[in-house]
């Protein structure tokens, strides 16, 4: 089972997803900005992804700056909160398979998390190759 913690407007997680349905899988999508997070949820996929809150933090297009978060201090705790509230705050997209957790930014990099990939040769939504002809890589994503 693939679960993938999606938001639709960012072009990154449409990609992501995108790999993940053409490889064949049909994941289980958690549309977070509707839902929203709890704290252990939160806390469970950055120890699973071995990711800190600080590293998970989304910067742009988000009221990090505004809400100061960006400054040295700022407890993890702090950041928990701010992204409970704001769930808009935890950068995306956060892919959960059986072979881990991971915040797929490059999108390619989910390709570490499926054992089977799309048939190539595979493109992103902007036009850059992921796959050659042969299904190899052309990034060094993984």
Not at 58 to 83: C, H, N, Q, W
Request: glycine residues 8%; aromatic residues 6%; contains cysteine.
């Amino acid at each position: 089972m693939i679960v993938i913690h999606h938001n639709p407007d960012c072009g990154t997680s449409r990609n992501v997803l995108k790999i993940i349905r053409d490889a064949g899988y049909t994941p289980i999508i958690v549309e977070y900005l509707k839902e929203g997070w709890t704290r252990h949820q939160l806390l469970g996929l950055f120890a699973a992804a071995d990711i800190s809150p600080r590293e998970a933090l989304r910067v742009t297009k988000s009221p990090a700056r505004k809400l100061g978060l960006l400054e040295a201090g700022v407890s993890d705790e702090a950041l928990i909160t701010a992204m409970l509230k704001y769930p808009v705050l935890v950068n995306r997209p956060i892919v959960c398979s059986p072979k881990g957790v991971k915040l797929c930014r490059p999108s390619e990099s989910v390709l570490a998390l499926l054992d089977k990939w799309p048939m190539g040769p595979y493109f992103k939504e902007d036009g850059e190759q992921v796959l050659d002809e042969y299904g190899a890589l052309k990034t060094k994503a993984l």
